[in-house]
């Protein structure tokens, strides 16, 4: 257990965007004999050996065909998202007031604002730069300040007498971020965001000139590493607390379970999904054509008629991995109390009556059934009746491949803000029940 969790806090410390996080998807799955495929090119695949897909640089399906057809045997899916919410960095946006340096910042998703005040913010993305080798080319290149670099201070207490009772953050005016006090020095008159390449040209080792960066995605991120954290001894891990656990962990327990399962009659996908905290809609989200094109390409390639592709989806799941409200001790009246996850006492199914999740009842008797076997603990969250729960890739995923789809997923204290807490048992049940998922997938006939 203690193992899971260490690699886990590895990954999440290793992956402060999901560039970063699909790049360590792609590393492992390298390490463990995957090949990477590129969409441009024609494809060749042997039965029952691993390989894996990106697109967008952050969004990867990875898969191992069946030792019999798709058509007979189906698949097995499982898929998670890799981005969180956060502040973006904002191109145009560059403020400085009395030579106090901010950068200008966007909310990616859903994020809880007040908890990136007075945290020592890093800085990571990717950046698009020109090949002076090759005219008209671009590197990519991603980048990671590894250390903090700006803080969103709040103000005093004794300035904002009412801050206890509610504040609203204007992500305008109070987030962006204070990067420098230094008045005269770097890019006092600079445009933009110039000043910022010059400090990451400084910083890195890449030795990039400011004007050799076109385009960029940066994220603020919390500088604080992962932590282990509880009272329970021997082991001292109850609680998992850090940035992106969701659904990073989703992310990290399927790769696991992934890699580790031996090529079976039926074929296995893992599928690494971008996009999902701002509806999924891009060209490489759960809401796009990925995972579908890398299904019927691999259908075609492997000769798989039209009639079995559509025979194969029949016979195939998807289980959908996302965080679950972990029922928070401090906050009773905003759960069912009978249907609100503990933490440490297993993954919970997420059932909601208007299809905000995937589950239907066939499928959740069939999970059910091969978590008890297999010894895997398993609760339920539906949210309370008079609130809305939110969605995951689930119902998306259901309804573009029309596979039959659970979502299930790590109770998580306070998702959605710049930490979050998970429990590292629940985290070990969930690659134990996915690996069995990969082993023996339930049958749906
Ligand atoms: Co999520």
Redesign the pocket.
Do not use: F, G, I, P
């Given at each position: 257990m203690k193992e899971y969790a260490t690699d886990l806090c590895q990954f999440l410390d290793a992956s402060p965007t999901s560039f970063h996080a699909a790049d360590n998807i792609r590393s492992y799955l390298l390490a463990h004999g995957a090949q990477e495929l590129d969409e441009a090119a024609s494809w060749q695949i042997e039965p029952g050996a691993p390989y894996f897909v990106c697109r967008s640089g952050t969004s990867i399906v990875a898969f191992r065909t069946g030792l019999k057809s798709m058509g007979d045997a189906g698949l097995v899916i499982a898929g998670a998202?890799t981005d969180s919410p956060g502040l973006k960095v904002r191109p145009g946006m560059h403020k400085q007031n009395q030579g106090m340096v901010r950068i200008g910042v966007d909310v990616y998703g859903g994020a809880i604002l007040s908890a990136w005040l007075d945290r020592p913010l890093a800085l990571a993305g990717r950046l698009f730069l020109r090949d002076s080798q090759n005219p008209g080319r671009l590197k990519t290149l991603l980048y990671n300040s590894g250390k903090p670099v700006g803080i969103i201070p709040n103000l005093a207490i004794h300035l904002n007498r009412d801050v206890n009772r509610g504040f609203e953050y204007n992500a305008a005016q109070h987030l962006p971020v204070l990067v420098s006090c230094q008045r005269e020095k770097r890019g006092a008159q600079s445009s933009a965001l110039s000043w910022l390449y010059e400090f990451i040209g400084e910083e890195t080792s890449f030795d990039i000139a400011p004007d050799e960066i076109v385009a960029s995605d940066l994220f603020f991120y919390d500088a604080q590493k992962s932590a282990m954290l509880g009272v329970q001894l021997p082991s001292g891990v109850d609680f998992i607390n850090a940035p992106h656990l969701?659904?990073l962990a989703g992310c990290h327990a399927i790769l696991e379970a992934f890699c580790s399962a031996q090529p079976d009659e039926f074929g296995q996908v893992a599928c690494f999904l971008d996009s999902?905290?701002i509806g999924s809609m891009t060209m490489q989200g759960a809401d796009s054509s990925f995972v579908r094109d890398v299904l019927a390409r691999l259908a075609i390639v492997t000769g798989v008629s039209a009639e079995d592709f559509y025979r194969m989806s029949s016979q195939s799941l998807f289980v959908s991995l996302?965080?679950a409200q972990g029922w928070n001790p401090a906050y009773p009246e905003k759960y069912d109390e009978k249907l609100s996850p503990l933490l440490s006492a297993g993954p919970a199914i997420k059932i909601n009556a208007n299809q905000r999740y995937a589950t239907d009842s066939q499928v959740e008797s069939l999970i059910t059934m091969l978590a008890s076997q297999e010894k895997v603990p398993l609760q339920r969250y539906m949210s309370k009746a008079d609130m809305q729960p939110g969605s995951?890739i689930g119902p998306m995923s259901a309804a573009r491949l029309g596979i039959r789809t659970i979502d299930i997923g790590h109770p998580l204290l306070a998702m959605h803000s710049i930490r979050e807490t998970i429990s590292a048992f629940d985290h070990a049940m969930m690659i134990q029940l996915l690996k069995a998922v990969y082993k023996s997938p339930p049958s749906f006939h």
């Open positions: 998202h969701d659904d999902e905290e996302d965080a995951t």
